[in-house]
């Protein structure tokens, strides 16, 4: 994590629980269109997200920590793709819980589950 991010962001990190870690990392990595690498620390395995000054985080394997009805809800950049993030979302295993909407000067989103199970937003300042 650089400096920039602490200095600007209020989230810093975040941990997605997982149920398949392989399954995740490449419903992830193709519905973020970004690099997610698994890696293995002490006997414990785990997937990173590519990032380089911004947020980062990590894909644990912790199914029983899944909630797909509450708790925090994680925006997701998938900013001037968002019908290629849901659709690829549906492509490898997720749901759409809410199309994609506006919410208001903030963009649009869309709510989804994951391929595990977990509620995330996918979030655009254009409904491209």
């Not at 994590?1 to 992830?28: H, Q, S």
């Not at 980062?56 to 009805?69: A, F, M, R």
Request: net charge negative.
């Amino acid at each position: 994590m650089g400096e920039f991010n602490y200095k600007k962001n209020r989230a810093v990190w975040f941990d997605i629980p997982v149920a398949d870690l392989t399954r995740a990392t490449k419903f992830y990595a193709e519905v973020l269109g970004i690099g997610v690498t698994q890696e293995n620390f002490d006997e414990f395995e785990f997937s990173v997200m590519d990032h380089e000054d911004g947020n980062g985080g990590c894909l644990v394997p912790k199914p029983d920590e899944i909630s797909s009805s509450g708790g925090i809800l994680l925006y997701l950049n998938v900013n001037g793709r968002i019908h290629d993030a849901v659709s690829k979302a549906e492509e490898h295993g997720g749901s759409i819980v809410q199309e994609i909407h506006s919410i208001g000067p903030h963009g649009f989103r869309a709510l989804i589950l994951d391929s595990e199970g977990n509620r995330v937003a996918l979030h655009s300042e254009s409904n491209a």
